[in-house]
């Protein structure tokens, strides 16, 4: 994207930025469609790589807003929660303007992703959004969604899921979604919110992938902050959805060959052969591979790396988690120390490749993340095992809404490449093949 | 998988998708109960289009002595038993290819999803020779495969076929008829053996269809 093609951001007299993502005023007469009817279909490429842009100062529910707008979606299923019931009530309003073709607020999320799954099989582009607990209720359909083969896109706006009730940040719903064969991206800011949802249409529906797409983001810190994004004039959108070209057909409620309403379904097992359960996961994973070249295309990789080569230390990080971590790389350089940044901005599929090789020679890795398990830790050091002989620093965690102070990233890398204890990361959580495993024994004992 | 222009050769990207084309048709020359299996989207009128893919592959068979062709026609599992000589099904294909003894096949006209689960069981299962002709990517889990087949590129396969053919020394029967029938189609056709597959062409109206290999609007009531 060139600075050339980005227009001035407009302001207010105060100075403050402006906005283009409210609704336009109405004198009463003209039809509310209008805009929506005018928009011009454009390709993704030239959508993704061409389109000149311009740079607005919103919120990731307003990011959002704006790709879907975009998106040329025709179906969004909406039900309420914190944080991510702002985003879902402005995609509302598109509905209202024209550019979404059917909205409607479902019973709860089991029906919502019900509904998701009965609307991406009858061939329409569907849309909706959740959040920590609403993941977890909805978790059965989404789980399925994959294995029906069933393209769609979810915004799952992180947040804490477990008892004591709180709506506080915290991704550890990520690690429910990495398993269950859908693709999930993970958005640092309102940027990659606007970016991976309009990419994550293109990508869901290509034949070879035709998978559901989960773009994941830091409730609050993100769909409640204001941010820069560039985007394209509301003028343009995305083609429709192809449906008869999908890797499977769309549902016919009376005529084979997917007569699904009247004929048993797969579940009929004692008709199957034993394996067909078997190849129908390994198809499924199959083809969450082949997006890679997808992801590659239309959003530039599945990660970025940010001074990497020759660095002494590396963070790696997804989500919010990127932009502490940007900040501690800039107080570590000003101590002398020269560390990287890779952002991984696809976990399924997970850039393991890119990791070994980017990796090889590093010596110190800090994953900082927000959440108690450390599932982006865990990830990394699976994916480099035999690549690397890096010491990996399975923290700094926070969880339960807290945030992170860029101080313990630092502290972290200072101690990682001085040998001194952290205080901050239990024993258990450092891996890797610079590790004593008799102090991790000791440790572990001792708890 | 391969791009634009190439094929899948046993694994390995061939620029040359001629040279998949020409390794089709040795194989299903010269292999035991070399088999057909149209998928739903040749075997279904839904469009002009599907028709004439479907009179293209019927140029193919045309060019391959005692080649079967067994319809996949949807994609439920059968029951409660299913007839191999009468479809193929994504569910249990290995029955269909240990039923007919089948050691050469093509699949075509079958939806991406369906294909990959049907090669990969085929693949793990029996010692059958995979090849996938597809409108789409191609097939990772076939032995050989080209993409992009539309209805001038199937025709273009049968013309390789025919050459191959002529090449090797191979004959038709004179009386066009070298589309051996399965039992179950033989027994609709009044005990015919063989057929002419060109007089299966089908129509815009649905004349030709599944049905025309066995598969009736009878038969589907009764799986259910």
């Known amino acids: 994207m060139s600075e050339a093609l980005e227009a001035q951001q407009k302001t207010n007299p105060q100075g403050d930025p402006i906005t283009s993502v409210a609704a336009p005023k109405s004198d009463g007469k003209k039809d509310p469609h209008a805009d929506a009817k005018?928009?011009?279909?454009?390709?993704?490429?030239?959508?993704?790589?061409?389109?000149?842009?311009?740079?607005?100062?919103?919120?990731?529910?307003?990011?959002?807003?704006?790709?879907?707008r975009r998106s040329n979606v025709d179906l969004a299923v909406a039900y309420p929660i914190t944080p991510q019931s702002e985003t879902m009530q402005l995609v509302g309003v598109l509905y209202g303007e024209g550019y979404v073709k059917e909205y409607y607020r479902g019973e709860e999320e089991v029906g919502v992703m019900a509904a998701i799954a009965g609307g991406s099989r009858s061939g329409v582009r569907c849309f909706t959004a959740t959040a920590g607990p609403g993941t977890l209720r909805g978790m059965e359909g989404i789980a399925?969604?994959?294995g029906h083969r069933l393209p769609a896109v979810a915004m799952f706006t992180c947040r804490v899921v477990n008892a004591p009730l709180a709506i506080q940040p915290d991704n550890i719903e990520v690690a429910y979604l990495l398993n269950c064969g859908m693709i999930v991206f993970h958005a640092e800011n309102q940027q990659d919110m606007f970016d991976f949802i309009m990419a994550g249409f293109a990508i869901s529906e290509k034949n070879d992938v035709t998978l559901p797409v989960g773009v994941c983001c830091d409730g609050f810190f993100v769909t409640h902050a204001r941010g820069y994004v560039r985007m394209q004039d509301?003028?343009?959108?995305?083609?429709?959805?192809?449906?008869?070209?999908?890797?499977?057909?769309?549902?016919?409620?009376?005529?084979?060959?997917?007569?699904?309403?009247?004929?048993?379904?797969?579940?009929?097992?004692?008709?199957?052969?034993?394996?067909?359960?078997?190849?129908?996961?390994?198809?499924?994973?199959?083809?969450?591979?082949?997006?890679?070249?997808?992801?590659?295309?239309?959003?530039?990789?599945?990660?970025?790396?940010?001074?990497?080569?020759?660095?002494?230390?590396?963070?790696?990080?997804?989500?919010?988690?990127?932009?502490?971590?940007?900040?501690?790389?800039?107080?570590?350089?000003e101590k002398g120390l020269n560390v990287g940044l890779i952002k991984v901005r696809s976990l399924r599929p997970f850039p393991t490749q890119e990791l070994r090789q980017l990796c090889g020679k590093?010596?110190?890795?800090?994953?900082?993340?927000?959440?108690?398990?450390?599932?982006?830790?865990?990830?990394?050091a699976t994916a480099i095992y035999g690549y690397s002989k890096a010491k990996i620093i399975g923290g700094p965690r926070v969880y339960g809404g807290q945030s992170m102070p860029v101080e313990l990233i630092v502290d972290e890398v200072e101690s990682g490449l001085?040998?001194?204890?952290?205080?901050?990361?239990?024993?258990?959580?450092?891996?890797?093949?610079?590790?004593?495993?008799?102090?991790?024994a000791h440790f572990m004992r001792s708890i | 998988m391969p791009d634009p222009g190439q094929g899948l050769f046993y694994g390995l990207l061939e620029p040359n998708e001629e040279k998949v084309i020409e390794e089709m048709a040795r194989k299903m020359l010269t292999s035991p109960n070399a088999t057909i299996f149209p998928g739903p989207l040749l075997l279904w009128a839904w469009n002009d289009h599907a028709v004439e893919k479907a009179k293209a592959t019927l140029e193919i068979a045309a060019q391959i002595p005692q080649v079967m062709i067994i319809p996949m026609p949807d994609y439920r599992p059968k029951y409660p038993k299913i007839d191999p000589e009468e479809v193929i099904n994504p569910n249990h294909p290995n029955l269909t290819i240990w039923g007919n003894k089948i050691e050469a096949c093509i699949f075509i006209g079958v939806h991406c999803h369906y294909a990959n689960l049907t090669l990969k069981m085929i693949r793990a299962g029996t010692n059958c020779c995979t090849m996938a002709i597809c409108?789409?990517?191609?097939?990772?889990?076939?032995?050989?495969?080209?993409?992009?087949?539309?209805t001038v590129k199937i025709?273009?396969?049968?013309?390789?076929?025919?050459?191959?053919?002529?090449?090797?020394?191979?004959?038709?029967?004179?009386?066009?008829?070298?589309?051996?029938?399965?039992?179950?189609?033989?027994?609709?056709?009044?005990?015919?053996?063989?057929?002419?597959?060109?007089?299966?062409?089908?129509?815009p109206g649905g004349t030709g269809s599944a049905a025309m290999f066995g598969h009736s609007p009878e038969n589907m009531k009764r799986e259910g």
């Open chain 1, 38 to 68: 005018r928009q011009k279909i454009v390709t993704p490429e030239y959508m993704f790589h061409e389109a000149p842009r311009t740079k607005e100062f919103i919120t990731g529910s307003e990011a959002a807003k704006e790709a879907i």
């Open chain 1, 144 to 146: 399925s969604w994959p």
């Open chain 1, 234 to 333: 509301r003028g343009i959108k995305l083609p429709p959805r192809e449906a008869w070209r999908g890797a499977v057909p769309v549902l016919d409620a009376e005529n084979p060959p997917a007569r699904l309403s009247r004929d048993a379904p797969v579940q009929k097992s004692n008709f199957m052969a034993y394996n067909i359960h078997a190849v129908w996961q390994q198809e499924v994973w199959a083809a969450v591979e082949r997006s890679r070249k997808y992801i590659s295309k239309y959003m530039g990789g599945m990660l970025t790396a940010e001074n990497v080569e020759g660095a002494d230390a590396v963070i790696i990080a997804s989500g919010s988690a990127c932009a502490q971590s940007r900040e501690a790389v800039r107080l570590c350089k």
């Open chain 1, 362 to 380: 590093v010596k110190l890795i800090v994953v900082p993340e927000f959440n108690y398990v450390g599932w982006l830790a865990k990830e990394v």
């Open chain 1, 418 to 440: 001085t040998g001194k204890k952290s205080t901050n990361v239990a024993l258990s959580s450092i891996m890797g093949g610079a590790v004593n495993p008799d102090e991790v």
């Open chain 2, 135 to 150: 409108a789409e990517q191609g097939h990772e889990d076939a032995m050989l495969t080209i993409r992009d087949s539309d």
């Open chain 2, 155 to 203: 025709k273009r396969v049968a013309q390789i076929f025919k050459k191959v053919r002529e090449e090797m020394g191979i004959k038709l029967p004179d009386n066009g008829e070298n589309v051996r029938f399965t039992g179950t189609q033989s027994k609709v056709h009044g005990g015919k053996t063989h057929t002419n597959p060109t007089t299966f062409a089908p129509s």
